[in-house]
């Protein structure tokens, strides 16, 4: 009977590690999917606007046929957005920076636009075209408040899997830290006003 306590107490102890490598696992499991899911809207996010474009092209066009170059550049920055995408689990810092930067390119395209449509006072004032603005607006706003949450979330897991003893767990079985977004390069920089 003597000899038995010494192998229940191995075995309560290999069950106990056990259940608390299983619960470091599902938590993991658990706050990746959350940022994924978070990711997904990131994603919607920008297919909403990538969706909102052709109208928007089409009705500048109406009105302004002659700014092909412009439009174009709409039409090709949102076709080279929209073909880029990524699993955000399995991230490179490079493929996260190609991705924002094609996003980048894409807004740019758009601020050109909008440039291009103040020099068309009947078309700042077609309801079409009023609409749409606003609904670009809005969707703006959602993907900036989308990707800031997905940054929250991936980095709360990224503590989580970076704090000892989950690192441990989380090495063995391949959990590794999320890539976050990050400001466009300049972003940081006050921009230069000058009315001469």
Do not use: C
């Not at 699993?87 to 094609?102: G, L, R």
């Amino acid at each position: 009977m003597k000899k038995l306590i010494p192998i229940a107490i191995i075995v309560i102890v290999l069950i106990g590690i056990f259940r608390w490598g299983v619960g470091l696992n599902n938590t993991m499991v658990e706050k990746q999917e959350t940022a994924k899911t978070q990711w997904a809207n990131v994603e919607s996010a920008y297919q909403r606007r990538a969706d909102l474009i052709p109208n928007l092209v089409t009705t500048v066009k109406g009105y302004a046929s002659h700014e092909k170059e412009t439009l174009e550049g709409v039409i090709e920055a949102r076709a080279n957005a929209t073909k880029t995408t990524i699993d955000p689990t399995n991230v490179t810092p490079e493929q996260m920076a190609a991705f924002q930067e094609s996003q980048n390119t894409l807004t740019g395209a758009l601020s050109k636009l909008m440039v291009v449509v103040e020099r068309y006072p009947d078309l700042k004032a077609n309801q079409n075209f009023l609409e749409l603005q606003s609904q670009l607006e809005g969707t703006e706003n959602r993907i900036n408040v989308e990707r800031n949450r997905y940054n929250e979330l991936a980095k709360d897991y990224n503590i989580y899997v970076k704090k000892f003893p989950a690192s441990i767990i989380a090495g063995i079985l391949n959990f590794d830290p999320m890539v976050l977004f990050q400001g466009a390069e300049g972003s940081d920089k006050v921009p230069t006003v000058d009315f001469n």
